[in-house]
Nanobody, 121 residues
Framework: QVQLVESGGGLVQAGGSLRLSCVASGSIFSLNTMGWYRQAPGKQRELVARISTRGTTTYADSVKGRFTISRDNAKKTVSLQMNSLKPEDTAVYYC???????????????WGQGTQVTVSS
């Protein structure tokens, strides 16, 4: 049983900061790419940031320079530091991880339950 548990969401004023964290647990042989996605009301889910096993990062243009993704392979965690938050960042944020549960299985995508981030103007 694999679980991704997110924390750190909440309500913040524009210009403020939040740090989201996600911990993977359960039967995990290897963690591959991990990332954060978000979905705002009436919008499609979009990639916010992702990070490879070796630390290569990708960011959505809308968050470049404001958000930083990081991971701790030993702790099986991925974090998203969000600075200079804007009202348009308001969304449900989802943790994603591609992982294999054993050396014999392929890597599959797993998702956290989502955490609400609300930025007030």
């Amino acid at each position: 049983q694999v679980q991704l548990v997110e924390s750190g969401g909440g309500l913040v004023q524009a210009g403020g900061s939040l740090r989201l964290s996600c911990v993977a647990s359960g039967s995990i042989f290897s963690l591959n790419t991990m990332g954060w996605y978000r979905q705002a009301p009436g919008k499609q889910r979009e990639l916010v940031a992702r990070i490879s096993t070796r630390g290569t990062t990708t960011y959505a243009d809308s968050v470049k320079g404001r958000f930083t993704i990081s991971r701790d392979n030993a702790k099986k965690t991925v974090s998203l530091q969000m600075n200079s938050l804007k009202p348009e960042d308001t969304a449900v944020y989802y943790c994603n991880a591609n992982l294999a549960i054993s050396k014999w299985t392929r890597g599959d995508d797993y998702w956290g339950q989502g955490t609400q981030v609300t930025v007030s103007s």
